[in-house]
């Protein structure tokens, strides 16, 4: 059974920085995307950034572009999420998914950040920034 868990999150001052990680269980990675997403309260989930099964393909949201970094390590089954100079309008509860490309060939066509695009979901981290 495929299994995300976020880890983290936690409360930062702007322009600080925190790692995210993203530890999946349960699959084979050659076959998924993952993603991060993030929701503020009263807000639509959005997505933040993704990256390809091989690490070689990458997309980031424009307002964390130059900001934030994703990256994956296969031999550990985690994805990471670096965000930096982070701003208040960054809070938000952060969560990974997974997409089955098997199930989706056409994801890296314009639905990398559609939510419905996604298989699985962790529960989330919580990322406050605030002085």
């Known amino acids: 059974q495929l299994q995300l868990v976020e880890s983290g999150g936690g409360l930062v001052q702007p322009g600080g920085s925190l790692r995210l990680s993203c530890a999946a269980s349960g699959f084979t990675p050659d076959y998924y995307a993952i993603g991060w997403f993030r929701q503020a309260p009263g807000k639509e989930r959005e997505g933040v950034s993704c990256?390809?099964?091989?690490?070689?393909?990458?997309n980031y949201a424009d307002s964390v572009k130059g900001r934030f970094t994703i990256s994956r390590d296969n031999a550990k089954n985690t994805v990471y999420l670096q965000l930096n100079s982070l701003k208040p309008e960054d809070t938000a509860v952060y969560y990974c998914a997974v997409a089955d490309l098997r199930r989706n060939p056409l994801f890296w066509g314009g639905s990398e950040f559609d939510p419905l695009s996604y298989n699985y979901w962790g529960q989330g981290t919580q990322v406050t920034v605030s002085s």
């Open positions: 990256i390809s099964s091989s690490g070689g393909s990458t």
